[in-house]
């Protein structure tokens, strides 16, 4: 089983940048999928982007071109470049993983967006 941590969330203001970190508690490279979805108050939960084990990416359409994801496998995380950020961006942030079975999740992050 994996654990999942992250970090990286705070205040910023619109138009700057955030890096979000997921540590895992194994490898990453023996896990089949990893991301990252969001939740604002009175949204549903969505998807905001993943990285599969062969090291292929689908994001959020709306968010192409302003948010990365990528991994770093030596130290065990997935990374959430998000610029140009926008007060609509503010949300809980989570990370998400799948090893051949339910979904697993970590705590989640704040990401505050000022105007």
């Known amino acids: 089983q994996v654990q999942l941590v992250e970090s990286g969330g705070g205040l910023v203001q619109a138009g700057g940048s955030l890096r979000l970190s997921c540590a895992a508690s194994?490898?990453?490279?023996?896990?089949?999928?990893m991301g990252w979805y969001r939740q604002a108050p009175g949204k549903q939960r969505e998807l905001v982007a993943r990285?599969?084990?062969?090291?292929?990416?689908d994001y959020a359409d709306s968010l192409k071109g302003r948010f990365t994801i990528s991994r770093d496998i030596a130290k065990n995380t997935v990374n959430l470049q998000m610029n140009s950020l926008k007060p609509e961006d503010s949300a809980v942030y989570y990370c998400?993983?799948?090893?051949?079975?339910?979904?697993?999740w970590g705590q989640g992050t704040q990401v505050t967006v000022s105007s």
């Open positions: 194994r490898s990453i490279f023996s896990i089949n999928v």
């Open positions: 990285i599969f084990s062969g090291g292929t990416t």
């Open positions: 998400t993983a799948n090893v051949g079975g339910p979904d697993l």
